[in-house]
Every structure is written in structure tokens, then in C-alpha cells.
Antibody
Framework: QVQLVESGGGVVQPGGSLRLSCAAS????????MHWVRQAAGSGLEWVAF????????YYADSVKGRFTISRDTSRRMLYLQMNSLRAEDTAVYYC???????????????WGQGALVTVSS | QSVLTQPPSVSGAPGQRITISCTGS?????????VHWYQQVPGTAPKLLIY???YRPSGVPDRFSGSKSGTSASLAISGLQAEDEGDYYC????????????FGPGTKVTVL
């Protein structure tokens, strides 16, 4: 079955960096678009970043553009989110999510990981 | 502030039918972009409930149904069950924004 397992969350000081990882299994990772979505405590969902199935195109929310980088290692079936210049407002649970591959415009997310908590605090 | 509007909360007794609205505008739902719905039970990850306005992924009970008309979409839950308690989010795209996806603020469903 499809599994997405995030890791790498933790506490970091403002201005610091952190890299999240997402281990994927149970589906053809190399043909799936992948996303990062975050959720601050008590708040709703915010889309953060997307990488096309072949790593050829990346897209970012304005709130993280220039600070976060999404990438993948297809041979290891891993998705990453490098987060630099972190701010207090980046504090959230970060989910990796798999693109369904079809199903409308925009394409929905059919599987989500359990999330990794990132806390930015001094 | 999201470009999609949802009621903060909806409640119903077991067995009842409830609906959750997702209201947009001419730059998102009204422009023909599809609406997807996610269910998030407290403490867990979101789960795809309805995609492309009306389609249910495999494994989602047919108690859940979606519709779309004009600048709005709706999620209906019939035969409400205790396990349906949680937060429900609509998702779409807005061509006036630079983001790839927009989510509604979420609706908390309470089973009385």
C-alpha cells in the first residue's frame, strides 16, 4: 500500500535551516508529482511546494519562495524540503502528499504522510 | 484570508444529512476549475474524499457526495455517523493568484 513517511522535523531558531525528508513506497515514485503542504496549529491547510514527476519543474507558494527548495532522489524514493531563513510563521506540521496524476484541474492529492512538526523559536 | 469561503461549523444528529458549502468567485470555481474535498479527523493527515467535484476515490463510502454549480461547490454527507466528525476542506485553483492551489478555511463537522 502507499506510504509516505516524513522525518527531519524539530525546533530551530529564527534564521536557521532544516531539511525535511519524505520516504515514499507502494507506488511508482518516478511518475508521480509530489507536494509539501503545511498546517499551523489550529489553522487550515496551506500548499507550500510542488515538484513535477521528473524533477523538471518546481513551484512554490509566495510565502516560501526564495527560502524553501523542493527536490527528490528518485533512486532512493525520497522527497525533500530544504527550508532556509526560517521564520516564526513557518511553524507548522508539514505534510508530503502525492499527486493523483489525473482527476481535474487542479490535480488533487490522493495520499498524505502523517506529517512532521517544525517549530521555529528562539 | 482564503479566496474560498466555507462555514466554520456544521452539525447534525446521527443519521441526518448535512451539507458543507465552498463559495468562490469568477477567478476560481466560477472559472471552471475543479473542486476537491478532504476530510481531516483530529490528529491525523487529510484524506481525499471527493475529487473533480463529484468523484469518490475507491474506498470512500457513497454517503459522501459532491456537487458544483456556478461559483460554488458543496459536499453532502448523508446518514451522518460519529466517525464523520472532523474538519473538511475544499481545494481548487485561482487564476488571479500565483499559488498552484487554494484551500478553503475548513469546516468543523460535529455529530450531536
Amino acid at each position: 500500500q502507499v506510504q509516505l513517511v516524513e522525518s527531519g522535523g524539530g525546533v530551530v531558531q529564527p534564521g536557521g535551516s532544516l531539511r525535511l525528508s519524505c520516504a515514499a513506497s507502494g507506488f511508482t515514485f518516478g511518475t508521480s508529482g509530489m507536494h509539501w503542504v503545511r498546517q499551523a496549529a489550529g489553522s487550515g491547510l496551506e500548499w507550500v511546494a510542488f515538484e513535477r514527476y521528473d524533477g523538471g519543474s518546481d513551484y512554490y507558494a509566495d510565502s516560501v519562495k526564495g527560502r524553501f527548495t523542493i527536490s527528490r532522489d528518485t533512486s532512493r524514493r525520497m522527497l525533500y524540503l530544504q527550508m532556509n531563513s526560517l521564520r516564526a510563521e513557518d511553524t507548522a506540521v508539514y505534510y508530503c502528499a502525492k499527486d493523483l496524476g489525473y482527476g481535474g484541474n487542479p490535480i488533487p492529492f490522493d495520499y498524505w504522510g502523517q506529517g512532521a512538526l517544525v517549530t521555529v523559536s528562539s | 484570508q482564503s479566496v474560498l469561503t466555507q462555514p466554520p461549523s456544521v452539525s447534525g444528529a446521527p443519521g441526518q444529512r448535512i451539507t458543507i458549502s465552498c463559495t468562490g468567485s469568477s477567478s476560481n470555481i466560477g472559472a471552471g476549475y475543479d473542486v476537491h474535498w478532504y476530510q481531516q479527523v483530529p490528529g491525523t493527515a487529510p484524506k481525499l474524499l471527493i475529487y473533480s467535484n463529484t468523484y469518490r476515490p475507491s474506498g470512500v463510502p457513497d454517503r459522501f457526495s459532491g456537487s458544483k454549480s456556478g461559483t460554488s461547490a458543496s459536499l453532502a454527507i448523508s446518514g451522518l455517523q460519529a466517525e464523520d466528525e472532523g474538519d473538511y476542506y475544499c481545494q481548487s485553483y485561482d487564476n488571479s493568484l500565483t499559488t498552484l492551489y487554494v484551500f478553503g478555511p475548513g469546516t468543523k463537522v460535529t455529530v450531536l
